[in-house]
């Protein structure tokens, strides 16, 4: 213990201390010794004064908080208020230590450049001109001989503010790729639970408001400790509870909010897909399934041919016609068929008044079953015996879901990411969401996937990246899109899908890679292949330590930007410029620019940030409701109900046919790197397989019995948040949770030094027993930086493979072995 | 007459730890103290063990009790009750230690010696810091409000109930915003301040009450389920 933390306080002042004897001052700016607090002085009292500011570091509860600033320092921070929505006022632990991040000695105070070898540290200092310079030469080398593409910006996630933030969307960053015509990479998180909905559902929002939470009768949280990873909507839960309402919680550890449930339902690691399954075949063996929501909402009367396909009306001889959608594209309209039981007769969809669910005789010749009938083939094998014997669930609880989910009133559901987080997290979330619509929990009030806030969504990102310059050209666009994984082949074959592709550099922003990528060895041989790497961030985290050039951004507070996207709060928020930034840190905008001049495309950038930010927010809401930046800063908030609190109300899907869809007949992956596909697990929505590693009888768990669900942290989000002391108050250093039973066969006591391993990586950690683990399976917070494990990084462990059709990283689907120290 | 108390709601007690680190920035606090604790709990044992938290040398919070999946995983925010008969105040040989009229027990520095009394006295452990050292701080800026307690060698430090923010009408700082809603501090004298009103209808406990010192702080334990 004392050894690490000594360690640890060593490494993270070197950097400083290392730089500062290049020349740099390494003091804080500004900054008043310890010790002379204004209180002794005696003195008049001195001002606060008290700006918006928007905490955006991507942990999706997106608070407004008060920046309280006391000599040109910022001193505290607290809740901001809403005069419209007192339900979303919110801080935490995080935003209340703020001023510790502004103040963090692990803030990088100018530019510079690699001297050692990539990931050691050694950094000299120069000039913003000599940094600037030096990143525009080369890329400007790499385009002339290999093309814009060879340069590769990583589309992180780690400061939603619309002008500074590398987000996929709308940044100004966004803008600069799009104007030189980089490749894009994917960071390819958190795809598989959210594409499952857009799959069923069609696009747009699936989650009812908080408004909405009077109606609910009962909560079911589904695979999330929400007062841990989005613990600003924990109370919307509490509330439900004490008006009456059952909270159930299903999960695969006793975590807070099992502690807050009526009911705990346990479950092995990522069967919940099997859980779903097995409380569907209960409601189909009862009869509770909601057949007229079925029937009404859904496409479950389709009818499938033997070959796979729809019976569709020109297999009745009704040529299909063309028609132009809304985008005024051409499109053929061919109708689904269905079986009318009123007037025994097929018909489109459309103009049946009474579609079959089953039971449909052949047609014209064709054999077909409804996806009803495929439902109940598909549910039939999930006895309740055999899902108890693969989820670990009882009978009992399984039966307990199936009449709760149709028998007792309104049923809110709550699933985030515990699933996604899985190799088979969309075959999961499939099941699941096919759970909702047998049950009709979906669509009305007190019923449907919980929650949801309305969101002005990211903005007219279109417009922003497209816009021509002041001399009238056009922005080249994206010039690849790269997935993460595929990306870290290619940089080390120079080939993708067999063909040439050299990257040559690569540029992130504000995302710590090297911790929040699975599989950190394959990411560092990534960079390390890589000949130009700049890295532009707040701190010395495990990425920076690969740059060539590190470019210093300013904190949040010592900026203004706008916060567009989400977040379970219904609001845009202004980021007032409280402080001047420290040493010779810029905002991230201004480097954008800089760069951007550098390279020639300056006449792209002829904009201010009011105007840009003007571009962004002319969405057809925004229009319709006269959203600009102004209005925005009146309050330095602006509530957005742009959906009600009832998402896909009275049974309005966003799908093709308007309807919730069980089958796609021509489903296709979201990535193609040249995997192996099974195309057939894709088509229908009760397909469930077991996860990779995760699964207790995959052969692989004999050499690596224990699975690790590499759990969100209280006091961190993904990384950020490292190097504020006051939060390892909390959350002292990397532990693994272990059940007492595992413990004990192991002769593993609290606080005993452990190493997990498997083929890919090995981690160093301190044992915590943890009688709220089942056996065989352990919780260890990630988030924590390389320098911070006693050896070895959890990150290590995962792998970064996708699933066949879903590019989507899998934290937690991960198998290794334990070794006592 | 004004009598200051707070009410923590057990079942929304989420453990998030916000109040902790408002506490801490807003006072300034040094490494080493904390007037507000949020351990975790493993029993039902209200009056028992507070529980267990990092900051008190445990290696980490968040862990449940019991056999899984029949476990008890429980939150317990614990300070200076400010206690209607304080048996620090008795101890006190210099007078440091001081009652409000409207009920805030505080420990006045400059007249504090550092004996240790109070600690011995205090039925709640752990709610009170002797320095012993000059004090070390997390940042080389000095956070919170201006007014903050003084922090320095030699001298037993508490929670204040943050009197520098209620004498200019503002809120304890751990009041200010609770996640969980699980917090409310008021006037306990006046039936419609937020803390009677939550009070109000509901079971709760007093800590150690056979301690004899009428604490001002009540937990509110979950609502009775029908």
Known sequence: MEKQESMHSFSRRSFIKGAAALGAAGALAGCSAQGSNLAETGGPVPETKIFAGACRSQCANGCYVNVHVRDGQVVRTTAGKFDDGPEFNRICP?????????????????????????????????SWDEAIKEITDKWKGYIEEYGPTSIAFFLGSGNTGTLGGPAPEGSIMARLLNVMGTSRVLPDRDIATPMSHTYMFGPGAHGHRAADTVNGDHFIIWAGDTAVSEKQRTHFFLEARDRGADLIVIDIAYRTMAGKADKFI??????????????????????????????????????????????????????????????????????????????QTAMPYTEATKPALGDVPDIN??????????????????????????????????????????????????????????????YTSKCINSLLLITGQMCFPGRGMYTGEGNFGEG????????????????????????WTDFCNIVQTGKKMGKDF???????????????????????????????IVIQEMTMNDTSLYADILLPACHWFETSDLRVRYYGNPYLLWNEKAVEPLYESKPDADIYRLI??????????????????????????????????????????????????????????????????????DPKPDYMMGQELDIE????????????????????????????????????????????????????????????????????????????????????????????????????????????????????????????????????????????? | MTRYGMAIDLYRCIGCQACTTACKISNNLPKDI?????????????????????????????????????????????????????????????????????????????????????????????????????????????????????????????????????????????MDLCPGRARYWGDLDDPNSEVSKAIEGRKYHKLREGAGTAPNVYYLLPPERS
């Open chain 2, 34 to 174: 904390s007037y507000n604790v949020v351990y975790t709990k493993t029993d039902h044992d209200w009056d028992g063990s507070f529980g267990t938290a990092v900051v008190k040398g445990a290696l980490a919070n968040d862990n449940a009790g019991g056999t899984f999946p029949n476990c008890i995983l429980e939150f317990m925010p614990i300070q200076c009750q400010h206690c209607e008969n304080p048996s620090c105040l008795r101890v006190c040989p210099t007078g440091a230690t001081q009652k409000r009229d409207d009920g805030i027990v505080w420990v006045d520095p400059e007249l504090c010696i550092g004996c240790g009394a109070c600690i011995m006295a205090c039925p709640y452990e752990g709610v009170r810091t002797l320095s012993e050292g000059d004090p070390e701080y997390y940042l080389d800026v000095v956070v919170g409000e201006y007014d903050a307690p003084k922090h320095m060698a030699g001298i037993v430090e508490k929670c204040t109930f943050c009197k520098n923010l209620i004498d200019r009408g503002e809120v304890p700082a751990c």
């Open chain 1, 266 to 343: 346990p479950v092995h690691p990522a069967t919940d897909g099997a859980l779903a399954l097995g409380i569907i075949h209960e409601v189909l063996e009862q009869g509770w399934e909601a057949t007229e929501f079925l029937r009404e909402f859904t496409e479950a009367p389709f009818l499938i041919k033997d070959d796979g396909k729809f019976l569709r009306m020109s297999d009745l001889g009704v040529a299909p016609t063309t028609t132009t959608d809304a985008q005024g594209k051409e499109t053929t309209v061919d109708p689904w068929v269905v079986w009318d039981e009123d007037t």
């Open chain 1, 460 to 483: 007219n990102t279109q417009a922003t990246i497209s816009m021509p310059s002041a001399s009238g050209e056009k922005p080249r666009g994206v010039g690849a899109t790269l997935n």
């Open chain 1, 365 to 426: 010749g064709f054999h077909v079953r409804t996806e009803m009938d495929m439902i109940r083939e598909a549910a039939e094998p999930w006895t309740l015996e055999r899902a108890s014997e693969v989820t670990g669930t009882s009978i009992e609880d399984i039966k307990y879901l199936a009449h709760l989910y149709t028998q007792e009133g309104n049923v809110m559901t709550d699933m985030k990411y515990g699933l996604n987080h899985y190799n088979n997290g969309m």
């Open chain 1, 596 to 665: 951007a001049d550098a390279m020639g495309y300056g006449d792209f950038f002829q904009f201010t940030d009011d105007e840009y930010l003007n571009v962004l927010l002319s969405t057809p809401w925004g229009k319709a409701h006269g959203v600009t930046i102004d209005k925005i800063r009146e309050k330095n908030y602006l509530r957005c109900e742009v959906s009600g609190p009832v998402a896909h109300p009275n049974g309005e899907f966003y799908t093709p046919s308007k309807r919730a869809s069980f089958y796609r007949e």
């Open chain 1, 681 to 821: 697990k894709e088509k229908f929505t009760l397909f469930w397989e077991p996860a990779r590693e995760a699964d207790l009888d995959n052969p692989i768990r004999e050499k690596y019995p224990f699975s690790v669900c590499c759990e969100h942290m209280r006091t961190r989000t993904h990384t950020q948040w490292y190097d504020v002391d006051y939060m390892k108050e909390f959350e002292k250093q990397p532990v693994c949770r272990i059940n007492p039973e595992d413990a004990a066969e192991l002769g593993i006591k609290e606080g005993d030094t452990i190493r997990l391993y498997n083929d890919r990586g090995s981690v160093t950690l301190l044992a915590t027993i943890n009688p709220g683990e089942q056996r065989k399976a352990l919780h260890c917070p990630r988030s924590f930086l390389t320098r911070e494990h006693i050896d070895g990084d959890l990150a290590t462990t995962t792998f970064n493979d996708y699933n066949q059709a879903c590019r989507n990283q899998s934290y937690f689907d991960c198998a290794v072995a334990i070794e006592k120290l």
């Open chain 1, 502 to 532: 050299p990257i040559k550099s690569f540029y992130a922003v504000c995302t710590n890679i090297v911790s929040n990528q699975t599989e950190q060895n394959e990411t560092i041989k990534a960079l390390k292949a890589i000949e130009f």
């Open chain 1, 94 to 126: 995080k935003g209340l230590s703020l001023p510790a991040r502004v103040y963090s000695s692990e803030r990088l105070q100018y530019p510079m450049r690699r001297i050692g070898e990539r990931g050691e540290g050694k950094f000299e200092r120069i």
